[in-house]
């Protein structure tokens, strides 16, 4: 069945000397692995230059339910972004990012609403003109609404530890390693509240935005058995030291 489908860059792999595989988040069909052949002609239609993590596209693409790989007819870059891929800042942001997502979307089905929000999301990065370092930190506590297990950041009496194990906010520290210290648990609550517009008012320490960063990962680490080690985290820390 020849489809048209949006679609979100996860990561490719070379496979020859004229192709690629790319694992892409459709809109239509949610993760799919498409072969795709490519050429540096000036001339080709297909070139992957434009392949890069995150990055938008349209595609038309041959799609066969009982195929692992699926074959791409014609792929654009539509719409492409005008500063992430000049901003150092914002480009390990999306390459952090787009390793949590090509190790926790593995749904082979559509999901439009999730579709959109990492959509629209990333175009708002995009657009951002300053104040960008907690920008990872609010997309990846809202992806866990997506994902099922948004925590609950209340607190129920003076003081709060977010237990990650339980998925909320408890008025002693735990017994176990899984929590988030005083100051990051009311960090995490007003980062629940900001909206993204709002993302630039959060105003916490360089120290803090990593111990959040890092526990951020941790706390997807016990919901995602196979998601191992963050490669690009320590590009990440190291950027916004």
Request: hydrophobic residues 40%.
């Amino acid at each position: 069945m020849l489809a048209t489908t949006e679609g979100i860059i996860l990561h490719l792999v070379k496979y020859g000397e004229n192709s690629v595989i790319v694992n892409i988040y459709t809109k239509e069909f949610g993760r799919q692995a498409y072969m795709l052949n490519i050429s540096s002609g000036k001339r080709s239609k297909n070139k992957a230059g434009f392949l890069q993590p995150l990055f938008l596209v349209d595609l038309v693409c041959y799609q066969k339910e009982s195929r692992d790989v699926q074959r791409i007819k014609e792929i654009k870059n539509t719409p492409a972004y005008q500063n992430i891929p000049f901003d150092i800042a914002k480009s390990s942001q999306v390459i952090f990012l787009a390793e949590m997502l090509s190790k926790t979307l593995r749904e082979q089905e559509s999901a439009p609403p999730l579709f959109d929000f990492i959509k629209n999301s990333l175009l708002y990065l995009d657009l951002m003109e300053d104040q960008t370092a907690s920008f990872h930190l609010w997309f990846l506590f809202r992806l866990t609404e997506y994902l099922g297990f948004l925590p609950d950041t209340q607190k129920t009496g003076f003081e709060g530890w977010l237990d990650m194990r339980k998925g909320e906010v408890v008025p002693f520290e735990p017994s176990h390693p899984f929590f988030f210290h005083k100051e990051a648990t009311e960090a995490l609550g007003t980062l629940a509240s900001l909206k993204i517009r709002e993302i630039r008012t959060l105003k916490i320490s360089r120290n803090l935005r990593s111990y959040l960063t890092s526990k951020l990962v941790e706390y997807y680490q016990l919901h995602f058995e196979h998601l191992g080690e963050i490669k690009s985290l320590k590009v990440l820390h190291e950027i916004f030291a």
